[in-house]
């Protein structure tokens, strides 16, 4: 493929451009979205790439954000403050596997080499229409290959995060990983565990929701060793399912992990849910939200067997018990293909109105109170019971009716 003569670069991130060449500073666009658009898929979010040291971008607009200064970094608000990276030239003079000192005052071509891969090393000059890409990324996007630049072990003994990056660009765009990076990235896979949770998450969570098939990211992150240091719950669990459907599928060729294919919404936290022995275990080691964590504890707490679609008495108690998990649990149902008449009866026990939980009958404690039930616990006792009654039969819930039965147990 040829270069297009010219790329469409946002206006605001021309002027951008403008003022800092203005000034006498190079700049350039850079990264994800001169790769994505080369690929033709739409992606505004240029990033540029400049000569100027991030205190004399800050100097030069009015509105900035300083995002990682330290790293070059620093946001530019154009007039409908939405902001632009704009990151100094920089080099990476010492790293750790998972941090590096950078130093600036270096040319583009030093800061093209220290970029992961050849298919992200790609420059685009958005006023000259010039393009720069000294490690045949174009041809790499041609031939749909993630190849590290430079030596790959090297790459990725400085930031083992990369290891995790290929996986996801090579899941996402449907590329396969080129033989030398792919060896290096398992020969390195002993540096995996000192990368911090955050940063394995937030790959984790991107990569499941841009990959083709998040099956195929799973059994890579299995193949080089991640799923086990980051993930070990699902590493054990498999091929995840609730069933025992998933393992029969393995017998038939197809990826343990394949109804994640299949999984609406394509949700990270509900994924992971899915596919982990122990969800709240695993979403607590990827240091994820208590939010996230609570409901991924809900989803290994309820699933199971799910409730024959056709008795609402079943639905009903089944939606009662599970609660807030009622809509991934169905979700989950739907991927493994047996769900679609039990979301049906999800849909009309709500749109019924029957009450689910205590808070929905139409009587309350101190109602009981007043009907002679003695304060402390037996108040509780008696919810649960109308509640129960009312499960089985929603057309009890009606004041009237439960303190009828109240008055009949008395
Ligand atoms: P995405 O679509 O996921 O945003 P991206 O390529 O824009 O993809 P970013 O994480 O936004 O990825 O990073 C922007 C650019 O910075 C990358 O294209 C790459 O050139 C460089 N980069 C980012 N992370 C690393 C890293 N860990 N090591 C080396 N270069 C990196
Ligand atoms: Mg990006």
């Not at 100097?59 to 990682?68: A, D, H, V, W």
């Amino acid at each position: 493929m040829k270069f297009p003569n010219e790329l469409p670069i946002p206006k605001e991130v021309v002027e951008i451009a403008r003022t800092l060449e203005q000034a006498g500073f190079e700049t350039w666009c850079v990264g994800g979205a001169v790769r994505d658009n080369l690929l033709g898929h739409a992606n505004r979010d240029f990033d540029l790439a400049t000569a100027a040291r991030p205190e004399q971008v800050q100097e030069l607009f009015k509105r900035t954000i300083p995002i990682g200064v330290e790293h070059g970094t620093v946001a530019v608000l154009d007039r409908n403050r939405q902001p632009h990276e704009v990151t100094t030239f920089r080099e990476d003079i010492a790293t750790d596997g998972r941090h590096a000192v950078v130093e600036f005052g270096v040319s583009l071509d030093q800061d093209l080499a220290r970029r992961d891969f050849t298919i992200n090393a790609i420059a685009y000059h958005p006023l000259k229409h010039e393009w720069r890409d000294r490690y045949e990324g174009m041809a790499d996007l041609d031939r749909g290959l993630v190849r590290a630049v430079g030596d790959p072990g090297q790459r990725f003994q400085e930031d083992f995060l990369r290891i995790l990056r290929a996986l996801r660009f090579a899941a996402r765009f449907g590329f396969d990983i080129e033989s030398a990076t792919w060896e290096a990235a398992k020969a390195q896979a002993h540096g995996l565990p000192h990368l911090s949770a955050e940063r394995v998450r937030d790959e984790w969570s991107r990569g499941l929701e841009t990959a083709r098939h998040p099956s195929w990211l799973v059994e890579q992150w299995a193949e080089v060793g991640a799923l086990e240091t980051w993930l070990p719950e699902v590493a054990a669990q498999g091929g995840g399912g609730v069933s025992g459907e998933a393992v029969a599928r393995q017998v038939a060729g197809v990826s343990r992990w394949a109804a994640i294919d299949r999984l609406e919404p394509r949700d990270p936290v509900l994924v992971t849910s899915y596919l982990s022995a122990d969800p709240g275990a695993t979403l607590e080691r990827l240091r994820c939200s208590n939010a996230d964590i609570e409901r991924g504890r809900r989803v290994g707490a309820h699933r199971g067997p799910t409730p024959d679609p056709e008795s609402p008495v079943e639905v009903r108690r089944w939606m009662s018990a599970c609660g807030a998990a009622v809509d991934d649990l169905v979700a989950i149902a739907k991927a493994e293909g047996r769900g679609a008449r039990l979301a049906e009866a999800v849909r009309a026990i709500r749109a019924s109105g029957a009450p689910l939980a205590v808070g929905d009958l139409a009587i309350d404690g101190n109602r009981l109170m007043e009907l002679g039930v003695p304060k402390g616990p037996k108040v509780g006792e008696t919810l649960r019971a109308l509640l129960d009654r009312s499960l089985e039969d929603p057309n009890l819930n009606t004041e009237e009716r439960l303190v009828e039965l109240v008055r009949s147990a008395e």
